[in-house]
T-cell receptor, first 118, second 115 residues
Framework: GAGVSQSPRYKVAKRGQDVALRCDPI?????LFWYQQALGQGPEFLTY????????KSGLPSDRFFAERPEGSVSTLKIQRTQQEDSAVYLC????????????????FGAGSRLTVL | AQSVAQPEDQVNVAEGNPLTVKCTYS??????LFWYVQYPNRGLQFLLK??????LVKGSYGFEAEFNKSQTSFHLKKPSALVSDSALYFC?????????????FGSGTKLNVKP
């Protein structure tokens, strides 16, 4: 597609429920990132994929968070047993090149998925 | 540790006046520096980047930014503000020598341009 597409745009979950957030990156983009943006804050890195390989998951806040990109295109961020502190906007971004070889690559962001945990 | 500071939560400026949004950074190596803008209910949009070369970089919508290595700053500027520039602006840094995959973002500065 022309841009990075994320769904759902809005998700309300009861505490303890599992949620899945989807990201459809720009076709052909090798690198895919997930960021978490709390209210009034800048985006915080969660995890990074290069094609289907998850090369860095150091930003995932707990083992309740899991991300995958099985075919190197669409990615899913899953949050198990949601807690109120998980409420945030989850941003997906993609870039064309391999991150290590061209660190200047620009990220293209999706509009985000706003998760509210009650 | 890598970090970005945007010391102003909010900047107010009258339309037609010059604007500056401040950013300082801390990285262990040499930086790639970026500015992004976020409109309500929209994703972050790329404005400009500094990679190497001329310290003054020009970007979209008439914005520019000046890289100052000695002051570790990368302030965003525009000679004449428009009401439509009102948005949330984020500075970001990427360390060339490590953590290639990570962008570190500042907390954002809300720009208000009054008619």
């Amino acid at each position: 597609g022309a841009g990075v597409s994320q769904s759902p745009r809005y998700k309300v979950a009861k505490r303890g429920q599992d949620v899945a957030l989807r990201c459809d990156p720009i076709s052909g983009h090798v690198s895919l990132f997930w960021y978490q943006q709390a209210l009034g804050q800048g985006p915080e890195f969660l995890t990074y994929f290069q094609n289907e390989a998850q090369l860095d998951k150091s930003g995932l806040p707990s083992d309740r968070f899991f991300a995958e990109r099985p075919e190197g295109s669409v990615s899913t961020l899953k949050i198990q047993r949601t807690q109120q502190e998980d409420s945030a906007v989850y941003l997906c971004a993609s870039s064309l090149g391999l991150s290590g070889s061209s660190g200047a690559n620009v990220l293209t962001f999706g509009a985000g998925s706003r998760l509210t945990v009650l | 540790a890598q970090s970005v500071a945007q010391p102003e939560d909010q900047v107010n400026v009258a339309e037609g006046n010059p604007l500056t949004v401040k950013c300082t950074y801390s990285v262990s190596g040499n930086p790639y520096l970026f500015w992004y803008v976020q409109y309500p209910n929209r994703g972050l949009q790329f404005l400009l980047k500094y990679i190497t070369g001329d310290n003054l970089v020009k970007g979209s919508y008439g914005f520019e930014a000046e890289f100052n290595k000695s002051q570790t700053s990368f302030h965003l500027k525009k000679p004449s503000a428009l009401v439509s520039d009102s948005a949330l602006y984020f500075c970001a840094v990427r360390d060339r020598s490590r953590d290639f995959n990570k962008f570190y973002f500042g907390s954002g500065t809300k720009l208000n341009v009054k008619p």
